[in-house]
Nanobody, 123 residues
Framework: VQLQASGGGLVQAGGSLRLSCAAS???????????MAWYRQAPGKQRDVVAR???????MYADPVKGRFTISRDNAKNTVYLQVNILKPEDTGVYYC???????????????WGKGTQVTVSS
Protein backbone atom coordinates (compact mmCIF):
# COMPACT_ATOMS: atom_id res chain seq x y z
CA VAL A 1 0.00 0.00 0.00
CA GLN A 2 1.26 3.48 -0.90
CA LEU A 3 0.10 6.95 0.03
CA GLN A 4 -0.21 9.58 -2.67
CA ALA A 5 -0.58 13.23 -1.73
CA SER A 6 -1.89 15.86 -4.10
CA GLY A 7 -3.40 19.32 -4.16
CA GLY A 8 -0.38 21.49 -3.52
CA GLY A 9 0.49 24.52 -5.56
CA LEU A 10 1.42 28.18 -5.64
CA VAL A 11 -1.02 30.49 -3.92
CA GLN A 12 -1.03 34.06 -2.69
CA ALA A 13 -1.13 34.87 1.00
CA GLY A 14 -4.68 34.66 2.27
CA GLY A 15 -5.60 31.98 -0.23
CA SER A 16 -6.73 28.39 0.25
CA LEU A 17 -5.90 24.92 -0.92
CA ARG A 18 -7.27 21.46 -0.30
CA LEU A 19 -4.71 18.71 0.03
CA SER A 20 -5.66 15.08 -0.44
CA CYS A 21 -3.88 11.85 0.38
CA ALA A 22 -5.22 8.52 -0.73
CA ALA A 23 -4.01 5.02 -0.10
CA SER A 24 -3.48 2.93 -3.20
CA UNK A 25 -2.19 -0.49 -4.11
CA UNK A 26 -3.44 -3.58 -2.31
CA UNK A 27 -6.31 -1.75 -0.61
CA UNK A 28 -8.24 -4.92 0.09
CA UNK A 29 -5.49 -5.98 2.51
CA UNK A 30 -6.22 -3.03 4.83
CA UNK A 31 -8.01 -3.96 8.02
CA UNK A 32 -8.07 -0.52 9.57
CA UNK A 33 -6.32 2.83 9.59
CA UNK A 34 -5.97 4.42 13.00
CA UNK A 35 -3.94 7.58 12.73
CA MET A 36 -3.86 9.74 9.60
CA ALA A 37 -1.84 12.92 9.70
CA TRP A 38 -0.23 15.74 7.79
CA TYR A 39 3.30 16.96 8.34
CA ARG A 40 5.18 19.73 6.62
CA GLN A 41 8.82 20.48 6.05
CA ALA A 42 9.95 24.00 5.30
CA PRO A 43 13.26 24.53 3.46
CA GLY A 44 16.16 23.85 5.80
CA LYS A 45 13.93 22.79 8.67
CA GLN A 46 12.78 19.54 10.20
CA ARG A 47 9.52 17.84 9.38
CA ASP A 48 6.82 18.87 11.86
CA VAL A 49 3.30 17.62 12.45
CA VAL A 50 0.53 19.92 11.26
CA ALA A 51 -2.63 17.96 12.02
CA ARG A 52 -3.66 14.50 13.16
CA UNK A 53 -6.90 12.55 12.89
CA UNK A 54 -7.62 9.35 14.76
CA UNK A 55 -10.24 6.77 13.84
CA UNK A 56 -12.02 7.66 17.09
CA UNK A 57 -12.82 11.07 15.62
CA UNK A 58 -10.30 12.95 17.70
CA UNK A 59 -8.22 15.58 15.92
CA MET A 60 -5.18 17.60 16.92
CA TYR A 61 -3.61 20.69 15.34
CA ALA A 62 -0.28 22.38 15.72
CA ASP A 63 -0.64 25.82 17.28
CA PRO A 64 0.47 27.80 14.17
CA VAL A 65 -2.40 26.36 12.10
CA LYS A 66 -5.26 26.26 14.60
CA GLY A 67 -8.33 27.96 13.24
CA ARG A 68 -6.97 27.96 9.67
CA PHE A 69 -6.44 24.29 8.80
CA THR A 70 -8.97 21.46 9.00
CA ILE A 71 -8.17 17.77 8.74
CA SER A 72 -10.84 15.32 7.67
CA ARG A 73 -10.95 11.79 6.41
CA ASP A 74 -13.09 9.48 4.31
CA ASN A 75 -12.55 6.06 5.77
CA ALA A 76 -14.44 4.35 2.97
CA LYS A 77 -11.94 5.80 0.50
CA ASN A 78 -8.88 5.48 2.77
CA THR A 79 -8.29 9.16 2.17
CA VAL A 80 -7.32 12.07 4.38
CA TYR A 81 -7.77 15.73 3.48
CA LEU A 82 -6.31 18.96 4.73
CA GLN A 83 -8.21 22.15 4.04
CA VAL A 84 -5.75 25.01 4.40
CA ASN A 85 -7.18 28.52 4.61
CA ILE A 86 -5.80 32.00 5.21
CA LEU A 87 -2.40 30.80 4.02
CA LYS A 88 0.70 32.65 5.12
CA PRO A 89 4.18 32.67 3.57
CA GLU A 90 5.43 30.70 6.58
CA ASP A 91 3.10 27.86 5.58
CA THR A 92 5.37 27.22 2.60
CA GLY A 93 6.86 23.75 2.52
CA VAL A 94 6.43 20.19 1.40
CA TYR A 95 3.37 18.61 2.96
CA TYR A 96 3.55 14.90 3.70
CA CYS A 97 0.75 12.60 4.66
CA UNK A 98 1.20 9.81 7.15
CA UNK A 99 -0.93 6.84 8.12
CA UNK A 100 -0.75 3.93 10.52
CA UNK A 101 -2.28 0.91 8.80
CA UNK A 102 -3.24 -2.49 10.11
CA UNK A 103 -3.47 -5.34 7.66
CA UNK A 104 -5.58 -8.47 7.71
CA UNK A 105 -3.63 -11.31 9.19
CA UNK A 106 -1.08 -8.93 10.69
CA UNK A 107 -0.44 -7.65 14.16
CA UNK A 108 -0.04 -4.03 15.03
CA UNK A 109 0.03 -0.95 12.84
CA UNK A 110 2.58 -0.11 10.16
CA UNK A 111 3.73 3.44 9.43
CA UNK A 112 3.39 4.79 5.90
CA TRP A 113 4.54 8.11 4.43
CA GLY A 114 3.38 9.75 1.23
CA LYS A 115 5.88 11.44 -1.10
CA GLY A 116 4.68 14.94 -0.34
CA THR A 117 3.13 17.82 -2.19
CA GLN A 118 4.67 21.29 -2.43
CA VAL A 119 2.79 24.29 -1.09
CA THR A 120 4.24 27.70 -1.86
CA VAL A 121 2.64 30.84 -0.47
CA SER A 122 3.70 34.16 -1.96
CA SER A 123 3.42 37.40 -0.04
Amino acid sequence: VQLQASGGGLVQAGGSLRLSCAASGNISSISSINLMAWYRQAPGKQRDVVARSWSSGRTMYADPVKGRFTISRDNAKNTVYLQVNILKPEDTGVYYCYAEIQYYGGRGYFSHWGKGTQVTVSS
